[in-house]
């Protein structure tokens, strides 16, 4: 009963930055599932007030009516007025389609797929630093460590010698996660883009992200630096934190289901349907808003125009009318058309590196630590925000021997 009233207070005015909701799996889904049953559209009081859409078809419509539903004014619940808008994710067509344009080819799963070596060759040589102690903190030894060394390196063509700097650079921001020291790491961080950018101006070109920014233009106007770093900024912020916390979601799983590990690592279980699950079950990236351009009826309420609308995937990706038994990871649901990525106009640009870095991140655990384990004793801490965030997951597994990768620069 107690239980009850504790979910229904957490329902009734919402708030996605609840360290209750961060800390407690349990209590988060089942807030996100009675916000989809008792709406599938609330109202929240927090956060000067916002709406909540929570069923599945209801948020396809938002997503796709972007006309209605607009990102222009920020993609986060609040909105933060210190942080500058930043594109393609805050961007509403047409413009946003130029975004695309410039960045999409660099984004294709093809043109993503020539990273694959490179990404073991990382991850390999980071799982060398642990493998003989047969223990570690995933997330901080490896996940935070992994995804940024790869964005920065594969992603954006940043050199070996500059790594760490950036590395630490995005450490700091994530660490001052909501408190008022970030907005001053952000300010490094655009520091930081702005050498990287002119210095690679005068640079060969590499044909990669930075280039396709450096040359890229929106109406055939060439980008300005400001826009640059801020898309700059924009891809290692939305690329970090989601994909890292997608390996300590991964490696949860494993540790909890020794047969998974074993299936994967003996390719019974096809790895890419198993990631695609668990993104779904595990909805990292949970919500994200809009702001309503006129009055609109969706899901039996009426909102009115100039609204913030949060969009809550999580609750869509379990939607029982859409994946029976959502709890459950199944590879072999017939339709995963799930929203972990999100869809429509501003469907993650960056899925099909997040996937390949995860499926690189998923063999490595299952084949180097297939008795993965949690350490006794020892909880997972996690981090309030609109990312299921995990920042520390110490683990125990059988050490085995290095495979003598040279050393990663990312620490
Ligand atoms: C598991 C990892 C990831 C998850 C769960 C995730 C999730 C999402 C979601 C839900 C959206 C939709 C935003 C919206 O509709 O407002 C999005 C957009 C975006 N993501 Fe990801 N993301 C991941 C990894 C990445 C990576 C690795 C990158 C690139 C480095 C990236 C870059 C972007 C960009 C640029 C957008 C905006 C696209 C647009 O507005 O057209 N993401 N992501």
């Given at each position: 009963m107690a239980i009850d009233a504790k979910i229904h207070r957490l329902v009734e005015n919402f708030d996605p930055w609840s360290i209750e909701l961060a800390n407690d799996a349990e209590l988060f889904w089942?807030?996100?599932?009675?916000?989809?049953?008792?709406?599938?559209?609330?109202?929240?009081?927090?956060?000067?007030?916002?709406?909540?859409?929570?069923?599945?078809?209801?948020?396809?419509?938002?997503?796709?009516?972007?006309?209605?539903?607009?990102?222009?004014?920020?993609?986060?619940?609040?909105?933060?007025?210190d942080l500058p808008k930043l594109a393609p994710i805050e961007v509403d067509p047409p413009d946003h389609s130029d975004w695309r344009r410039i960045l999409n080819p660099l984004m294709s799963h093809a043109a993503v797929s020539r990273h694959e070596s490179a990404m073991r060759r990382i991850a390999s040589a980071l799982m060398d630093e642990f493998i003989e102690v047969g223990e570690c903190d995933l997330?901080?030894?490896?996940?935070?460590?992994?995804?940024?060394?790869?964005?920065?390196?594969?992603?954006?063509?940043?050199?070996?010698?500059?790594?760490?700097?950036?590395?630490?650079?995005?450490?700091?921001?994530?660490?001052?996660?909501?408190?008022?020291?970030?907005?001053?790491a952000f300010t490094q961080l655009t520091m930081w883009a702005e050498q990287f950018l002119l210095w690679r101006k005068e640079q060969p070109e590499r044909g990669d992200v930075t280039d396709a920014l450096l040359r890229?233009?929106?109406?055939?106007?060439?980008?300005?630096?400001?826009?640059?770093?801020?898309?700059?900024v924009m891809l290692v912020l939305a690329g970090m934190e989601t994909t890292a916390s997608g390996i300590s979601h991964i490696a949860q799983h494993l540790a909890f289901d020794p047969e998974l590990c074993r299936d994967l690592a003996s390719s019974k279980a096809q790895t890419d349907l198993v990631i695609d699950e668990i993104m779904r079950r595990e909805s990292v990236s949970f919500g994200l808003a809009r702001v309503t351009t006129r009055d609109v009826e969706i899901g039996g309420q009426l909102i009115p125009e100039g609204s913030r609308v949060f969009l809550l995937w999580a609750a869509a990706n379990w939607d029982p009318n859409v994946f029976p038994t959502p709890e459950r990871i199944d590879i072999r649901r017939p339709r995963n058309k799930h929203l972990a990525f999100g869809t429509g106009?501003?469907?993650?640009?960056?899925?099909?590196?997040?996937?390949?870095?995860?499926?690189?991140?998923?063999?490595?655990?299952?084949?180097?630590?297939?008795?993965?384990?949690?350490?006794?004793?020892?909880?997972?801490?996690h981090q309030p925000g609109l990312t299921r965030v995990t920042r520390s997951l110490p683990v125990l597994f059988r050490p085995t021997r290095r495979l003598g990768h040279p050393k990663v620069l990312t620490k």
């Open positions: 089942a807030v996100i599932n009675g916000i989809r049953e008792h709406g599938p559209v609330l109202y929240s009081e927090r956060h000067g007030g916002f709406w909540v859409i929570a069923g599945y078809d209801e948020v396809l419509r938002a997503t796709k009516d972007w006309k209605t539903f607009s990102s222009a004014q920020g993609a986060a619940v609040p909105a933060n007025p997330v901080k030894d490896f996940a935070e460590r992994f995804v940024p060394g790869a964005l920065f390196e594969l992603m954006l063509g940043v050199p070996g010698d500059q790594l760490p700097t950036t590395h630490a650079l995005v450490q700091s921001f994530i660490s001052s996660a909501g408190r008022s020291s970030q907005q001053e890229g233009d929106v109406r055939g106007v060439p980008l300005t630096m400001d826009q640059m770093v801020s898309t700059l106009p501003h469907k993650c640009m960056g899925q099909h590196f997040a996937k390949l870095l995860l499926k690189v991140a998923t063999t490595e655990i299952a084949t180097r630590m297939p008795d993965l384990q949690l350490r006794p004793g020892a909880a997972a801490e």
